[in-house]
């Protein structure tokens, strides 16, 4: 299975952004994908993910109400429209998702990493 995100960028504050990653490969079923980021000097965290079958969809609480994420079944793709923008959200953006393959059982995976950069 391999994950593939798009669409980082620079924007300036207040500014949005929509990053895409599609998870491609043999037959394999998501259990749960989103979004981590790492900032320069920090941890990576979680930023949002979204459970299938049942869609329930977890944020951390500094992008709540500002980023969300969805995610298109049939593409096996899952987006993350990013609003309202702030230099905080500066950050190498990482799609995750833990697939289940007949072969390996369930697995996590990472996608490459995409750039955002807020500029104030």
């Known amino acids: 299975v391999q994950l593939q995100a798009s669409g980082g960028g620079l924007v300036q504050s207040g500014g949005s952004l929509r990053l895409s990653c599609a998870a491609s490969g043999s037959t394999f079923v998501i259990n749960n994908i989103g979004w981590y980021r790492q900032a320069p000097g920090k941890q990576r965290e979680l930023v949002a993910n979204?459970?299938?079958?049942?869609?329930?969809?977890r944020y951390a609480d500094s992008v709540e109400g500002r980023f969300t994420i969805s995610i298109d079944n049939a593409k096996n793709t899952v987006y993350l429209q990013m609003n309202s923008l702030q230099p905080e959200d500066t950050a190498v953006y990482y799609c995750?998702?833990?697939?289940?393959?007949?072969?390996?059982?369930?697995?996590?995976?990472w996608g490459q990493g995409t750039q955002v950069t807020v500029s104030s």
């Open positions: 995750n998702g833990n697939i289940w393959t007949a072969t390996k059982g369930s697995v996590d995976y």
């Open positions: 979204i459970e299938r079958p049942s869609g329930a969809e």
